[in-house]
């Protein structure tokens, strides 16, 4: 079946780091891929998505490239703030298994000032 | 601008009790989803629905749960008989239709509930 594997956390970092979350999945087909972000407290967020291979998706400052040859979507950001602690989830949607989001477990990050 | 919204926010309940939970999605919204957040199994689908088509009930783990959407509208996810596993953050989202053939719709998370199951 499809999965989403990340790499576990937390990760903590210092302002102005460089911040990279892998991302793997397994799927029979091409899925969509997303990187969705949970803030303390608040609900989920879509931070970014890419829909075929060699997409990059991006926002505020992330960036995820789609590698269909190493089934990857690995999220990116050059510069990382105190705001960006958070929780990080990277997901498939595959259109033959319906419509849902098939997630990975989550990465938090804790950026200090 | 109004989101998915979901209540209650929290719930306590005794094992054996059933809950309700409620969602309320985007207006417009044809596509409706539940997931549910917990430490052991991590974000995980539950159901879906799409307009008037038949939901999508394959990630429902037991015979306990159940949901339904009213006039395409508002949806409850109840829980008969709850138990200690069940405990975790009931995720509701939504969708604008799905285009077959076109990029992936956006899913629009609500804040969530938490349930707690003594």
């Known amino acids: 079946g499809n999965s989403v594997t990340q790499m576990e956390g937390p990760v903590t970092l210092s302002e102005e780091a460089f911040l990279t979350i892998n991302c793997t999945y397994t799927?029979?087909?091409?899925?969509?891929l997303f990187w969705y972000v949970q803030y303390p407290g608040e609900g989920l967020q879509l931070l970014l998505k890419?829909?075929?291979?060699?997409d990059k998706g991006s926002n505020k400052g992330f960036e995820a490239t789609y590698r269909k040859e190493t089934t990857s979507f690995h999220l990116e950001k050059g510069s990382v703030q105190v705001s960006d602690s958070a929780v990080y989830f990277c997901?498939?949607?595959?259109?033959?298994?319906?419509?849902?989001?098939?997630f990975g477990g989550g990465t938090r990050v804790l950026v200090k000032p | 601008g109004a989101g998915v919204s979901q209540s209650p926010s929290n719930k306590v309940t005794e094992k054996g009790k059933d809950v309700e939970l409620r969602c309320d999605p985007i207006?417009?919204?044809?596509?409706l989803y539940w997931y549910r957040q917990s430490l052991g199994q991590g974000l995980e689908f539950l159901i879906y629905f799409q307009g008037n088509s038949a939901p999508d009930k394959s990630g429902l783990p037991s015979d306990r749960f159940s949901a339904e959407r009213t006039g395409g509208s508002v949806s409850t996810l109840t829980i008969q008989r709850t138990q200690q596993e069940d405990s975790a953050v009931y995720l509701c989202?939504?969708?604008?239709?799905?285009?077959?053939?076109?990029?992936?719709?956006?899913?629009?998370f609500g804040p969530g509930t938490r349930l707690t199951v003594l």
């Open positions: 207006s417009g919204h044809t596509a």
């Open positions: 890419a829909t075929k291979a060699d």
């Open positions: 989202a939504s969708a604008p239709t799905y285009r077959a053939g076109a990029g992936a719709d956006t899913q629009y």
């Open positions: 997901a498939l949607r595959y259109k033959a298994a319906g419509n849902k989001l098939t």
């Open positions: 799927a029979t087909g091409y899925p969509s």
